[in-house]
């Protein structure tokens, strides 16, 4: 196999997309780290890694799926995507990623979760990104990548995945509401669209997405209003449209998802676009 220089991997933002799995695949390197830029509404299609996957965004709001759910991953925050999992990825904004791949003997989740990239590990793996642009002894460089692994088991997780049903008609209904979250909307609403009882309908809404419809709606209104919130939009428009009456309980519930204000997150993720503009 063909071992990739760290300028090799820098620079697979100028090749297609078959051509960065084959060189990706094809290396040596226990860690190799990626930088790369996506225009909004780019789409990555599906495929899979040899390895396990640390998509990091840095800059924008990418939304990443599978055949079992979607994570959206807002800046400073990750989706660690096991080997052999099959995935697709779209640009809600212009994204400026960094990409971990680590061979599965050193690491080797089993299920994808959303994760807060620490500073620690940004630091990191903006070292990994810069060897080829000074010189590094090659026992500073297995340090570098020690201390990112140690660094990656211990990131906090953050509830950003949201899965999705296989039952058609269930789908159906969960993709309707993304395009227009109401956080008000009822289980009766969503029974009677599928003509079952209530009792059934729950029953049938935990097993195929293996969480009540009260915590999947929070979740979803959440999901949706951050790419409106990275695009400036103000918090009581974001909240008022996803039927919260109170600007309060929208902002709790989002700081227990993400850590954060909603005002904070959007001051942060347009200053870091308009950063980007200015580059």
Same mark, same amino acid.
């Given at each position: 196999?063909?071992?990739?220089?760290?300028?090799?991997?820098?620079? /697979?933002?100028?090749?297609?997309?078959?051509?960065?799995?084959?060189?990706?695949?094809?290396?040596?390197?226990?860690?190799? &780290?990626?930088?790369?830029?996506?225009?909004?509404?780019?789409?990555?299609?599906?495929?899979?890694?040899?390895?396990?996957?640390?998509?990091?965004?840095?800059?924008?709001?990418?939304?990443?799926?599978?055949?079992?759910?979607?994570?959206?991953?807002?800046?400073?925050?990750? /989706?660690?995507?096991?080997?052999?999992?099959?995935?697709?990825?779209? &640009?809600?904004?212009?994204?400026?990623?960094?990409?971990?791949?680590?061979?599965?003997?050193?690491?080797?989740?089993?299920?994808?979760?959303?994760?807060?990239?620490?500073? /620690?590990?940004?630091?990191?793996?903006?070292?990994?990104?810069?060897?080829?642009?000074?010189?590094? &002894?090659?026992?500073?460089?297995?340090?570098?990548?020690? /201390?990112?692994?140690?660094?990656?088991?211990?990131?906090?997780?953050?509830?950003?995945?949201?899965?999705?049903?296989?039952?058609?008609?269930?789908?159906?209904?969960?993709?309707?509401?993304?395009?227009?979250?109401?956080?008000?909307?009822?289980?009766?609403?969503?029974? &009677?669209?599928?003509?079952?009882?209530?009792?059934?309908?729950?029953?049938?809404?935990?097993?195929?997405?293996?969480?009540?419809?009260?915590?999947?709606?929070?979740?979803?209104?959440?999901?949706?209003?951050?790419?409106?919130?990275?695009?400036?939009?103000?918090?009581?428009?974001?909240?008022?449209?996803?039927?919260?009456?109170?600007?309060?309980?929208?902002?709790?519930?989002?700081?227990?998802?993400?850590?954060?204000?909603?005002?904070?997150?959007?001051?942060?993720?347009?200053?870091?676009?308009?950063?980007?503009?200015?580059?």
């Amino acid at each position: 196999m063909t071992k990739i220089k760290p300028r090799d991997m820098i620079d /697979l933002t100028l090749v297609d997309h078959e051509t960065s799995l084959r060189l990706i695949e094809g290396t040596n390197e226990p860690v190799l &780290a990626l930088h790369r830029i996506y225009p909004s509404g780019h789409h990555t299609p599906l495929h899979h890694h040899a390895r396990a996957q640390i998509w990091c965004a840095r800059k924008g709001v990418v939304l990443v799926s599978t055949a079992g759910g979607r994570w959206m991953i807002p800046p400073d925050h990750g /989706l660690i995507i096991p080997a052999g999992m099959k995935h697709e990825a779209d &640009a809600i904004s212009t994204v400026e990623m960094y990409s971990i791949y680590v061979h599965p003997d050193l690491f080797f989740p089993e299920t994808p979760k959303v994760v807060e990239i620490t500073g /620690l590990a940004s630091s990191l793996i903006l070292e990994l990104l810069s060897e080829d642009q000074k010189p590094s &002894a090659f026992h500073r460089q297995g340090l570098v990548r020690a /201390l990112l692994l140690d660094e990656i088991n211990g990131l906090p997780e953050r509830p950003l995945g949201l899965p999705f049903p296989r039952n058609a008609r269930l789908a159906a209904l969960c993709r309707d509401f993304l395009k227009r979250p109401v956080v008000k909307i009822e289980i009766d609403d969503w029974a &009677a669209a599928m003509g079952i009882s209530r009792r059934s309908f729950t029953r049938l809404f935990r097993s195929e997405l293996g969480v009540s419809f009260v915590t999947w709606r929070q979740q979803a209104c959440i999901f949706a209003s951050l790419p409106r919130l990275a695009e400036g939009e103000s918090v009581t428009t974001v909240a008022l449209d996803a039927g919260y009456e109170n600007i309060s309980a929208f902002t709790t519930m989002f700081r227990r998802m993400l850590g954060s204000s909603p005002r904070a997150y959007g001051k942060r993720t347009v200053s870091e676009t308009i950063s980007m503009t200015d580059a």
